[in-house]
């Protein structure tokens, strides 16, 4: 994890993982990229959060060097590049477990969109959570 500074490590440990598998930097200094670019040459999956911006084919093209030589996933949160190999977008439709002015988030409904190269775009509903009161816990991810 690159420049995530609120990356929760409780997230990881309720879902089950391993905290001694993960790296986390979150101040990678004045150059993020080319941090994230090191670490592409012998990690399986780096996690890069940055900016709002897309990156010009200049400036992705040193990155996007390394990747092809490793054999890591990049995946950039905020951040995109010139022709990416998928994309996805999620935007949250819905907070379940809550009324009016009461009540405890529970979960969260997020619409998803895929869009890859040479396939035609997917998208769905995901539910991070509960699915609804009635219906019982279900803890992790779900697809609607």
């Known amino acids: 994890m690159i420049g995530w500074r609120e ?3 409780a997230g990881v440990v309720e ?3 391993v905290c001694e598998n993960i790296i986390v930097i ?3 200094g004045p150059q ?3 941090v994230a670019a090191v670490l592409c040459e012998g990690l399986d999956l780096v996690v890069y959060h940055g900016a709002e911006t897309t990156l010009s084919p200049t400036r992705a093209r040193p990155l996007l060097g390394k990747l092809r030589r490793g054999t890591a996933a990049l ?3 905020g951040t995109g590049v010139p022709s990416p190999a998928v994309r996805v977008d999620a ?3 819905n907070y379940l477990g809550i009324g009016t002015g009461q009540g405890r988030i529970r979960g969260v409904e997020m ?3 895929i869009t890859a190269r040479g396939h035609a775009p997917a998208g769905g509903t995901v539910v991070l959570g509960e699915r609804g009161h009635h219906s019982g816990p279900h803890r992790g991810l779900r697809v609607v």
Do not use: K
């Open 91 to 93: 935007r949250i439709t």
């Open 75 to 77: 995946i950039m949160v």
């Open 111 to 113: 619409r998803i969109s």
């Open 32 to 34: 993020p990229l080319n």
């Open 7 to 9: 990356f929760a490590y």
């Open 26 to 28: 979150p101040d990678p």
């Open 15 to 17: 879902s089950g993982g």
